[in-house]
Antibody
């Protein structure tokens, strides 16, 4: 069974750094792209970017380029989304999902709250 | 960047009725690379349709997708109680991938 399990909810202060994770299992992790999707409170879905774990080829939406970093460690079948300096506007649910096109499998989401 | 506009914003229907959701793209979506997702409160989105008209694994046949170019439709032939949710379209024919703003299907 394909599963993507994300790390737990985080509460951070503005300016802090953060790295959240997404661990894949039940399939060949290096054979599929992993994407990240943001959902701000009460809002819709926003495609952030994708990574191919086999060679770490990464593509970003222009809206998120320079704002976040997507990475992966294929040795432990885990993808990451990180911020170097959080803002209050980063408060959202973040989902990882499998695929470079349509997203067939989704993680359960990681809620990130940034508040002073 | 392709902008997807979904209509209506909210659809108020009764169980058993037919739901027709629209997704219009600002430019042609390559090779009908359009997907539909369902999201219920507190849950991750679930893939319903890909390639504009192919049902994902395990999706009931009351869900169907159609369209090409810039106009796409998701139809739910007879609404079941569990179908009341928010639906999103997504294009993956060009980068960056983009989502529509969503249509909420609510119980009338």
């Amino acid at each position: 069974e394909v599963q993507l399990v994300q790390s737990g909810a985080e509460v951070k202060k503005p300016g802090e750094s953060l790295k959240i994770s997404c661990k894949g299992s039940g399939y060949s992790f290096t054979s599929y792209w992993i994407g990240w999707v943001r959902q701000m409170p009460g809002k819709g879905l926003e495609w952030m970017g994708i990574i191919y774990p086999s060679d770490s080829d990464t593509r970003y939406s222009p809206s998120f380029q320079g704002q976040v970093t997507i990475s992966a460690d294929k040795s432990i079948s885990t993808a990451y989304l990180q911020w170097s300096s959080l803002k209050a506007s980063d408060t959202a649910m973040y989902y990882c999902a499998r695929g470079s096109g349509y997203l067939g499998y989704w993680g359960q989401g990681t809620l990130v709250t940034v508040s002073s | 960047e392709i902008v997807l506009t979904q209509s209506p914003g909210t659809l108020s229907l009764s169980p058993g009725e037919r739901a027709t959701l629209s997704c219009r793209a600002s430019q042609s979506v390559t090779s009908s690379n359009l997907a539909w997702y369902q999201q219920k409160p507190g849950q991750a989105p679930r893939l319903l349709i890909y390639g504009a008209s192919s049902r994902a694994t395990g999706i009931p046949d009351r869900f169907s997708g159609s369209g090409s170019g810039t106009d796409f439709t998701l139809t739910i032939s007879r609404l079941e109680p569990e179908d009341f949710a928010v639906y999103y379209c997504q294009q993956y024919g060009s980068s960056p991938r983009t989502f529509g703003q969503g249509t909420k299907v609510e119980i009338k």
